[in-house]
């Protein structure tokens, strides 16, 4: 049996998301140990646990020490059926990090399947569903998924309440290659606000205004109906090969404008470069490579997390994955199945 | 599989108040359900009926947080939740309703929302497993206004966790004990046993204690022992009354007890209480109770059990409200029998009988014995006194033979130890000091001597001799027997002051020892009638 050392590198949840879903695509059992070790809460969390819960749940897999600030875990898929299923999700997890779990086992399935997921949809730390569906989905279209979602209700935290639905289709992969981004021809900026002052919203876009010269027809307000209160802007950044999302959330005793600062810095930073995947999208696109037949890409640089990520998928699975870094904001990555 | 979670949790009328700015503040009853390292599969929430909107708002919030967690609500039938029994009957009754089953479910109290009263009913119900769980403690988080769910602590009272608390209530018993015992270590498995008996008694009831046992084995120090604990543990206000029935004979022996109002007979010239009402609060500690007359009996029986009675004289009861401890040397049963001790204040006296060993049958406790009462002594006498290891050996082994009958118990051993401290040669007791003491001791016991209180309440009077201190006793009875065998004041001040004289230029032996007897009201004369009267 493949066994992890959960202790590795950043985001000990990742490392366990990644290695269900390989698990759940490959049908291989692992076992995880010193699951988040050193930390100040070692063990698995409540998130953590969603995860597995959901893995279990779409393979009738078989599953040990999934309990609370459990060290070891012990997976053993079975047959992945898809179909029908809910997820209703506390906002400590979001519905995004459920969504990565089970999105490749399922998309790789004989069979066609519903998800409904329901719990934050907009969190801090986890993709918004606003990166899923315009950037993230659109890609592995390209690469040959079938797969839609949509955005029933806004889930904030802490209040969560947000639920998505998720059609997929039993697809195949084909190589994916974003090594140019083309010209950026269009860029949105979004401030939704949820049981706030609209003009908190419009403060953020003021900002925005400012410091990336946008018009004002491209910008906009929204106020959306959640169960509480929430906040997050986002800017849409338009490709010849891809739309990326920055997002930034309100918070409690943060000024609007150090939020819609900070997301026009990562904006700015995103366009002075060449690459055209930026740093999050790169950790996301990892997977779908490695599981399927393989894929090119030039990002702004490696987080923690992505560099985790890839020696974790080359202990797992089958594949060649090459970094190469050609400048200050560019990394190329090659995966290529063995 | 882990059990299930279940918590119990009072619906708080101000810190779970709902509205519109709530996703701001920290609400416990909801937040408890937001941490990332703890799963609520339920939470049985009580409120009170006012915060009925406050619980339909919980409610909701935590299905959009924790989905995992089903809500269930009871609505606890209070209408102060301040009352303390109002509450606790209100929670006593949801606890004995509840299908606990925690072989499948653990289950947490929180103890963080509620009035002051809930939470600490909440507590006692816990402590005493009528709510089989563990106490579930909530904290907001550092910042205000934020929206993290702050933290939690889970406190289990069952844990070992807890030995510490609990190895001090252990601690503070074993002071109890030590108390009673009067700090000296007793190697006497059987008297152990009657001590931490007393503790446990002594501690929770007021009920009447009955110490039985030869004279001087220390019911009368235990007596004030038990006192004392009680008063260090603020069980008692008032004092300690001390009386030897052996004392109250005759007419005086009814007013003595019970009071008098003025005019009650001749000679009542004013009220007197009594020492029934001036123990009121504390403890009454009546020894030799088997020498008490058949007309005190009857009284002190009602006393004792509607705690009320007539003083001499009245015609209107007075009340007094007093823990009675009885001391006896003598079998009560065959004084019952007798007709000599009423059989219904035995039964009420005889409740809790501890029956303490005189000095012969511990004889493994001389040995520590030994070491206190010389440390004592030297307390008493002013310096310090130390036993030469070979006048230790040499008493030790004196102590323990078969045939030192130590007659007069610890009454015996003390008096030895207090004339040796005080005779001891520059404070230390050597073996011609401790030579000294056991031929006095083996002539006393062999002659059917007197003990030393036996000579003073012989020369004094019983009354004048209860009177006085056992710090001065030793020494005055030494003093008596001295003067007993001496032909005049001064042969006696010289057999007295035999060491300091030969130090001295004038030699004023007789005009101390004459000012030592007008301490205690005696003069050479009266001694001298004294004596022959015994002799007579």
């Known amino acids: 049996m493949i066994s992890i050392d959960g202790s590795r590198g950043e985001g000990g949840g990742q490392v366990l998301r990644t290695a269900l879903a390989v698990s759940l695509a490959t049908g291989r059992p692992f076992r995880i140990e010193r699951i988040r070790a050193g930390r100040s809460k070692p063990g698995l969390l409540r998130q953590h646990l969603t995860a597995v819960q959901a893995a279990a749940t779409i393979s009738s897999g078989v599953v040990e020490g999934a309990a609370l600030r459990s060290t070891e875990l012990t997976f053993t898929p079975g047959e992945i059926c898809p179909g029908s299923y809910r997820f209703s999700i506390g906002t400590a997890g979001s519905t995004g990090l459920v969504l990565q779990t089970v999105l490749l086992p399922l998309l790789l399935a004989p069979g066609a399947s519903r998800l409904v997921l329901e719990g934050g949809t907009h969190n801090s730390n986890s993709p918004p569903f606003d990166f899923l569906a315009k950037t993230l989905l659109p890609l592995l279209r390209k690469m040959g998924a079938s797969v839609t979602a949509s955005l029933k209700r806004h889930g904030f935290y802490p209040a969560g309440g947000g639920r998505i639905c998720v059609a997929i289709e039993p697809s195949r992969l084909s190589p994916l290659d974003l090594s140019v981004r083309g010209a950026v021809h269009t860029m949105r900026a979004r401030a939704l606000v949820s049981n706030l002052a609209p003009r908190i919203g419009q403060r953020e876009l003021n900002r925005v205004a400012a410091k990336l010269d946008l018009a004002s027809d491209a910008m906009e307000v929204c106020t959306v109906d959640a169960h509480g209160p929430g906040n997050v802007l986002m800017i849409e950044v338009e490709s010849d090969s891809l739309t990326e999302v920055f997002s930034g959330f309100g918070e409690v005793q943060v000024r609007a404008e150090a939020v819609a600062g900070k997301v026009c810095s990562a904006v700015r930073t995103y366009l002075s470069a060449d690459a055209p995947v930026g740093p999050h999208l790169a950790d996301q696109l990892l997977l779908p490579m490695a599981l399927g037949a393989g894929g090119s890409l030039r990002t702004l640089g490696l987080t923690p997390h992505t560099e985790t990520n890839i020696d974790l998928i080359r202990e797992l699975l089958p594949v060649d994955i090459r970094v190469q870094r050609c400048g200050r904001h560019d990394v190329r990555i090659d995966v290529s199945p063995i | ?536």
């Open chain 2, 1 to 536: 599989m882990p059990a299930a979670t279940t918590v119990l949790s009072i619906v708080g009328s101000n810190l779970d108040r709902g509205g519109k700015d709530r996703w701001t503040r920290w609400r416990p009853s909801v937040d408890l359900t937001r941490h990332d390292d703890l799963v609520v599969d339920r939470c049985e929430l009580l409120y009170l009926p006012r915060d009925e909107a406050i619980v339909a708002e919980i409610e909701e919030d935590v299905a959009g947080i924790s989905p995992e967690t089903k809500v269930r609500t009871h609505l606890l039938d209070v209408r102060d939740a301040w009352d303390f029994v109002e509450v606790y009957g209100a929670l006593h009754d949801f606890a004995r309703a509840y299908p606990f089953s925690p072989e499948s479910e653990e289950y947490l109290v929180h103890v963080t929302t509620g009035t002051h009263v809930m939470q600490i009913c909440l507590f006692l119900l816990t402590e005493a497993r009528y709510l089989p769980g563990r106490l579930l403690q909530t904290s907001p988080p550092p910042r205000r206004n934020s929206n993290q769910p702050g933290s939690y602590t889970i406190i289990d009272l069952d844990l070992s966790r807890y030995d510490q608390l609990a190895s001090r209530f252990v601690q503070e018993k074993q002071e109890g004990l030590s108390f009673l015992k009067a700090g000296i270590a007793t190697r006497n498995p059987a008297f152990n046993e009657i001590i931490e008996r007393v503790e446990q008694v002594a501690t929770v009831s007021s009920a009447p204690l009955l110490l039985t046992g030869p004279t001087g084995a220390g019911k009368s120090q235990l007596a004030r022992r038990v006192y004392d604990l009680k008063r260090q543990r603020r069980q008692v206000e008032g004092p300690l009354v001390e009386v030897n029935c052996a004392t109250l004979r005759g007419d005086t022996a009814m007013s003595t007890l019970f009071g008098h109002i003025k005019g009650s007979f001749t000679g009542a010239t004013r009220d007197r209480p009594g020492l029934m009402r001036t123990a009121q609060g504390g403890v009454l500690f009546l020894d030799e109770i088997g020498e008490l007359g058949l007309d005190e009996q009857a009284m002190l029986l009602r006393a004792i059990e509607v705690k009320k009675f007539l003083p001499v004289g009245s015609d209107r009861e007075v009340s007094s409200d007093f823990q009675l401890i009885a001391g006896t040397n003598r079998d009560l049963e065959s004084a019952v029998a007798s007709g000599q001790f009423r059989e219904d204040l035995l039964a009420r006296i005889n409740l809790w009988t501890f029956r303490l060993p005189g000095l012969a049958s511990r004889r493994e406790d001389i040995e520590p014995n030994l070491e206190y009462e010389i440390e004592h002594s030297s307390q008493s006498v002013g310096h310090h006194v130390t036993m030469n290891k070979e006048a230790r050996r040499r008493f030790l082994h004196f102590a323990a033979a078969p045939d030192s009958s130590w007659r007069g118990n610890f009454r015996d051993f003390n008096a030895a130890i207090t004339r040796m401290a005080t005779l001891a040669p520059g404070g230390r007791i050597n073996v011609a000091t401790v030579d000294d003491e056991i031929t006095r001791l083996t002539t006393s016991w062999s002659d059917g001597g007197s003990s030393d209180d036996a000579i003073i309440e012989e020369t004094l009077g019983a009354e004048a001799a209860a009177a006085i201190d056992r710090f001065d006793r030793t020494q005055l009875a030494d003093v008596l027997r001295i003067c007993a065998s001496s032909g005049s004041l001064s042969d006696a001040g010289r057999k007295l002051f035999a060491v300091s004289r030969q130090r001295r230029k004038t030699a004023n032996d007789a005009d101390r020892l004459r000012k030592y007897l007008a301490k205690f009201g005696l003069e050479w004369s009266d001694f001298r009638a004294s004596t022959k009267a015994t002799h007579a």
